[in-house]
């Protein structure tokens, strides 16, 4: 078994947080913006069909980043759909109303 210390990353990150995995996700968003881009480009031509493309790019990052407890919104989904779908083992069966 290795010791391994702590502030050494096992993954390859761009920069601290920032891996292949979130920049997979801000291209996904970018590709989707660029697609409501040209969707928009058919009905309007005003400014607000540059600002689609940042959107989804935008949102994207925030919800892949890791936070400051090493967790991102994406992952946090992933564990809440997890937990839920869990059996949960109640202690009484037996309800008392007050």
């Not at 407890?69 to 564990?79: A, E, M, Q, R």
């Amino acid at each position: 078994m290795y010791q391994v210390p702590k502030n050494i990353s096992a993954r390859f990150e761009f920069f601290p947080g920032f891996g292949w995995k979130e920049l997979f996700f801000v291209l996904t968003g970018l590709l989707t913006g660029f697609i409501f881009y040209l969707v928009l480009g058919i009905f309007t031509k005003s400014f607000i069909r540059y600002l689609v493309i940042f959107v989804p790019a935008g949102l994207s990052y925030f919800l892949s980043v890791p936070g400051p407890d090493g967790n991102s919104v994406i992952s946090l989904i992933k564990y809440y759909l997890k937990w839920s779908k869990k059996q949960k083992r109640y202690l009484y069966g037996r309800y008392v109303d007050a």
